[in-house]
């Protein structure tokens, strides 16, 4: 992914916004938590049970927004086609719990299980509207 060296430091930041599409053709916006990972590539860990999840099987397109929290004019926006890897082994959850101190295998419910969301970037938009 080319991200400008500007911005890099978003991708370490703990909270994104992923913005998908409905079936009624209304986008839905969350915060989530992501991983930038050793690949350069911006990875979300869902349960299978999310809305978004549902959204991205019906439509792929969507995009992923990273707001500066010190300087909210600062943004970076990440327009990608989702791929969608079922994880019902929790393989993934170990790298993911690292970065947020946490353990995903106990906030699932019973019988439900995780997906990998991995965001092929088609389109990154670096913004700094502070120094206009």
């Given amino acids: 992914m080319n991200i400008p060296d500007t911005h890099r430091d978003l991708l370490n930041t703990d909270i994104g916004i992923l913005a998908t599409i409905e079936k009624n053709g209304y986008p839905q916006v969350t915060a989530l938590w992501f991983l930038f990972d050793e690949d350069g590539i911006v990875k979300l860990y869902l349960n299978e049970t999310r809305q978004k ?70 389109k990154v938009i670096a913004s700094d509207l502070s120094k206009g």
């Fill in 53 to 122: 999840i549902s959204n991205l099987r019906n439509h792929q397109e969507c995009t992923f927004f990273i707001i500066d929290r010190a300087n909210p004019l600062r943004t970076l926006e990440i327009r990608a086609r989702a791929e969608l890897k079922l994880d019902p082994d929790y393989t993934f959850a170990d790298k993911f719990d690292r970065k947020y101190n946490s353990d995903v295998r106990k906030i699932d419910p019973p019988g439900q299980s995780r997906v990998i969301v991995t965001l092929h970037p088609v």
